[in-house]
């Protein structure tokens, strides 16, 4: 609209150059009409044309009246009017332009998601848009202009704000420059916001250009992260991570003020149990009874942490010096004493120890992972004695976890390479010498360390689950050299083979023995499972079930080491037991100790009360071997009678003793 008026003045403004007598009236006439109606039109149509279509209007006006009294003599009076309101005209096309552009301006700044706001050198705001307002809590944008920019935040000063505008002016700064803070609003709430300054320059003036993003969300992200990253999501405590660094930041002011601290290393004996019979969720349930029962017995400054699986750590900090083992000792003891009550899981009562293992700055380290590992060798010494045992970390310990991984390593297909093998012990008839049972015991000649000894791979097997495998192997293997014996004078022995609480949790262990016995063609009384007392201890519930079956199959039950545990009794009335084994600890003493000898009198005189079977293991002299015959001891087992023996020995020895036998007690 505004170019064709302009062209319609350019030429009615012509033709009064070149005809001014005859073109005067007629032109400001049509001239008036024109302009007056374009003027009325602008009025209607937005407000920024107001004042240009209110000028046209007046002009339109003056040339109607003056198209009506003109006279030449008041030509050049027409033309300074018409004059003035055409330079009135342009100022308001101009400002209509302008206000035009600067509105275009305010909608896409107000159209941007993040706030946007130019504030001066001294700290004034120039512009910004309604989602700054919205962000700062202001009411609408124009309530921000003339503000100072600490009249917007609490707590923001001026000089702070001088600051931050200083960065602007400083040499080699990468824009824009990206800062991260939680600003305190006038309303109390907390807004956390990436700020994004550039600078601006306008009219040879430096302005800064802010952006603030509202971060709330990726902020919920990031404390979810750091969450996840340090929180365990099952117990809502520490995990491992943030014990690592805990444990170091206290580790370093026990240092600097010549202090103390104690690393806990917790173990829930029998975890796996819990989540294999009853499921991952009771074991999460338990897991977290646990950790609130052991956070309730800590002072505020100590931390707990779950490292993984059933293991927690506790740090107790800030110690006097010389305090560190005995303080340590002591919560470990009410550790041990607090997980000794039960737990109640889903509705089911359940008996869950736990072993402790404790290391202390700086006896036993001065880092955080040989704190830890510390602890950890000290906790797996504790599980070797007896379950809900504590240890304190010493350096033979050290050695002695080395030569573990060693054994660890060298474990690793050693059935595969075929370096494990059975030897084979004669157990006699203490009345007539005749050889009716063997003991099968595993041997391992290892390609890497030589002969290794039960007492060092067996361990090491039963820590790292290998002791299924193994127990297997063995299981398999005697009950195939016994298929190899039918038909000779071992044809009807009975062969016993020692078994592992990890192999009674097994699930396929009673079909395992079910399997050997049938391929091999054996009658289920020609085997025998041996068990310790620790074995009944981990698990009495499983275990009586796990026998039972056993029973039911037809194989025999024999109680090794009888005598050395401290509740052996309890026991011969929880377990249907077939056999005794009198601990060689008592058996070596009975020529010479009154007390070992009315020890093992008892045990035999109760074993027969009982209907049980009794073996005496270790018998090394004829004398021992008298004593216990007299006694009533049904069997005898021992270096007196024979060493352990491969298969085709055990063979020869047993057609000797046959034959003995039949001399001395002929037909």
Known sequence: MLPGILAISGVFYLLWRTNQQWLVPGSATALGVVMFWVGSRLVSVHN???LLGLTLILRGGFNLLSAASLSPEMYGVWFVGTSILKVLSMLGLIYAVQDEIQQRYVRTIDSLSHGFLIRDRRGYIHVANERCAKLLGFNNAQELIGLHSSDLLPGLTRQMSDQYFERFEAEGVQYPISDTAILNLRNGNRLPVELLGSPYIERGRLYCLVQLLDISERKK?????????????????????????????????????????????IDLDKFKRVNDSFGHTAGDELLRTAANRLHNLLRPDDVLARFGGDEFIIIIPDLAPASAEWMAAGCANEIIAAMA???????????????????????????????????????????????GEQRMFHDTMNALAKDGLVIDGALRGAIEAHEFYLVYQAITNAHSGKLTKVEALLRWNSSLLGPVSPDR??????????????????????CRQMGAWKKSVLDDVTISINVSAWQLADPQFVTLVSQALIHNGLSPHQLELELTERVLIEDAVNVQTVLA???????????????????????LTQFHLNTLKIDRAFVMDIEHSERSNSLVHAIIAMGHSLGLQLVAEGVET??????????????????????????????????QRASAAQAAYPI
């Open 457 to 478: 791979f067996i361990p090491v097997a039963e820590d790292s689950g290998m002791i299924i495998e193994l127990g297997t192997w063995v299981l398999e293997q005697a």
């Open 48 to 50: 920024r044309y107001r």
């Open 221 to 265: 992200k990031d404390d979810l992260l750091y969450q996840a990253a340090r929180i365990d999501p099952v117990t809502g405590f520490s995990n491992r991570h943030a014990l690592s660094v805990r444990l170091t930041q206290e580790i370093a002011k026990a240092a600097s003020k010549g202090r103390e601290c104690a690393v806990l290393f």
């Open 341 to 387: 009550k039960g737990f109640e899981v889903s509705y089911h009562a359940l008996s869950v120890t736990a072993s402790v293992g404790i290391a202390c700055y700086p006896q036993h380290g001065h880092d955080s992972d040989t704190l830890i590992r510390n602890a950890d060798i000290a906790m797996y010494e504790a599980k070797k004695v007896g379950r």
């Open 622 to 655: 004829e004398g021992q071997a008298a004593i216990l015959e007299k006694m009533g001891c049904h069997y005898l087992q021992g270096y007196h009678i024979s060493r352990p023996i491969p298969p085709d020995e055990l063979l020869r020895f047993a057609d």
């Open 549 to 571: 079956q056993l029973r039911a199959l037809g194989v025999g039950i024999s109680l090794d080491d009888f005598g050395t545990g401290y509740s052996s009794l309890s026991y």
